[in-house]
């Protein structure tokens, strides 16, 4: 589901080839979720096979292989909201950080400490990163600023957590 809506999300923004789609998620989601390449392509096929998208036309670049531009179909649009409807219905509250946290009472002290203290140094980073994306955003209404201000204050709040833990 994550990439599916991901895909048809960034297509609901305009049409574009695989790699922009790659380009893009790289862009905005950076290590924020793993995504790979090849899945890129095949989650794009299994939408062209499903109807939700297809193929509006090709580009060439001099020297590069033909890249195929898609379009998402109303259908398309119709299911990419159905999945945003299942998303926000979820009743679990998780990141993949949790089930680890979950067994932070079997490590030993020095490597508890260990992780918290890299934890925390890794948030701090990301928070610092985030910063600077925001104020390069200025005032504009992305839809990119959602996600950015949305893991800046989780990753404040968890930062806030690891402080009491230590």
Known sequence: MKIEITILGLLMEGNLYGY??????VERLEDYVDIKFGSIYYAIKKSVENGWVKRVGTEKES???????????PTGKKHYKKLLKQYFDTRFIH??????????????????EQFLEDRTAFIKDKIEN??????????????????LTYLEHHLKAEL???????
Do not use: C, H
């Open 20 to 25: 922009e789609i790659k380009k893009k998620i």
């Open 63 to 73: 020297g590069n292989p033909e890249r195929y531009v898609y379009e998402i179909l």
């Open 95 to 112: 990141f993949d950080v949790d089930i680890v946290l979950m067994f932070l009472g079997s490590l030993s002290e020095e490597q508890k």
């Open 130 to 147: 985030i910063t600077a994306k925001l104020d390069n955003l200025g005032d504009s209404n992305d839809s990119y600023k959602n996600i």
């Open 160 to 166: 806030g957590w690891l402080e009491t833990v230590k």
